[in-house]
């Protein structure tokens, strides 16, 4: 099976050296719909200046074969809430996320944004979050503290109490933030009193 490669892998690593020239065996061609071979693209500066088969090589540029493996450009996904916990088991991630401190969260959405990136997806259209930790996430990928993808966030999202965008998932605000550990009434609680007290 022919190995796939998404061009962003190569960008950081090109910004403080000579130019960069990507060579592999294919390259989807996004604006054809078709691959072309070999699969040229020319990177100078961290900017992408040239791709395909007619690309121009600079005479100084780095030339890295990657032999028979295809090159593909980012994927953009324009629905994501990278901040947010998912689970398969939706009631724990629903504790998880109200029980869980922010800065927990926030770390939590840095590796879901590593994660991301490396799956080939280099924009992501972030539709809601809470405490801003998606602005924060946004500028910690820009500022280049932390991997992950081009990020525009809209911040709050707007949905039903109790629904998919409720911070609180239909509790009253703040409640478990304000609740002392050791009233918390169910034996379900304790388990998370023991994961975050
Ligand atoms: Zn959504």
């Keep these: 099976m022919p190995v796939l490669l998404s061009l962003f892998l190569f960008a950081g690593c090109a910004l403080a050296q000579?130019?960069?020239?990507?060579?592999?065996?294919?390259?989807?061609?996004?604006?054809?719909?078709?691959l072309v071979s070999p699969g040229l693209v020319v990177v100078v500066a961290g900017k992408i200046t040239g791709v395909g088969t007619t690309a121009q090589i600079p005479r100084d540029a780095q030339v890295i074969d990657l032999g028979d493996a295809t090159l593909l450009p980012g994927f953009l996904d324009a629905h994501t809430h990278l901040t947010l916990p998912y689970s398969d088991d939706w009631k724990g991630a629903t504790f998880d996320g109200l029980r869980k401190p922010v800065s927990e969260q926030t770390l939590d959405a840095a590796e879901n944004a590593r994660k991301t990136l490396m799956a080939g997806f280099t924009t992501v259209r972030d539709v809601g979050s809470h405490?801003?930790?998606?602005?924060?996430?946004?500028n910690a990928i820009r500022d280049g503290k932390i991997e992950g993808p081009r990020m525009l966030v809209a911040v709050h999202a707007i949905g039903s109490t109790g629904g998919h965008c409720d911070d609180d998932s239909g509790f009253r605000a703040g409640i478990f933030a304000s609740v002392p550990c050791q009233i918390l009434p169910s034996k379900e609680f304790y388990d998370y009193e023991d994961k975050y007290c």
């Design 18 to 34: 000579n130019p960069l020239v990507l060579k592999a065996a294919r390259l989807f061609d996004g604006k054809a719909g078709a």
């Design 131 to 138: 405490d801003y930790i998606d602005v924060g996430l946004r």
